[in-house]
């Protein structure tokens, strides 16, 4: 895996874009972690990936969403050790820890059926992660 033509992701980037970068903003002004520690994500929930949801966010009741008309994403951030479910089925997410990031920038992943496809986020736009 490792699609980084995903149509779908752009569209689930876009949907997701602010919550995410409200998240980092968050993140990097209340905890002592750096842009390379921290990864920012958005995985579509109803999907092969729905076990790797359940361990990154457990509990939460995606049918509320569902009953609203929409499909449930899971959109969080995390560290590298605690994205562990998904790097132990996407061992090719680790090339992009070492890619070098934007000044003003987080690491966002999208996942779906598809595959996954990695962005660079600012408090502005999104951009490519190649």
């Known amino acids: 895996m490792g699609d980084f033509t995903n149509l ?3 569209a689930m980037l876009h949907s997701s874009a ?3 970068q ?3 903003q968050r993140a990097l002004t209340e905890t002592l972690l750096t842009r390379d ?3 920012f994500y958005c995985i579509e929930v109803d999907s092969l990936w729905r076990n790797v949801v359940d361990a990154l966010q457990p509990g939460m009741h995606w049918q509320k969403v569902r009953d609203r008309g ?3 994403l899971a959109i969080g951030g995390a ?3 605690q994205l562990k479910p998904l790097t132990d089925e996407l061992p090719d997410l680790f090339r992009i820890q070492h890619l070098p990031l934007s000044e003003g920038h987080v690491r966002v992943i999208i996942v779906n059926t598809e595959g996954w496809s990695a962005f660079e986020l600012s408090l502005r736009e999104s951009t490519y992660l190649h």
């Open 79 to 81: 560290t590298w050790e």
């Open 18 to 20: 602010g919550r995410l």
């Open 70 to 72: 929409f499909a449930p």
């Open 22 to 24: 409200g998240l980092a």
């Open 37 to 39: 520690e921290l990864i």
């Open 8 to 10: 779908t992701a752009y």
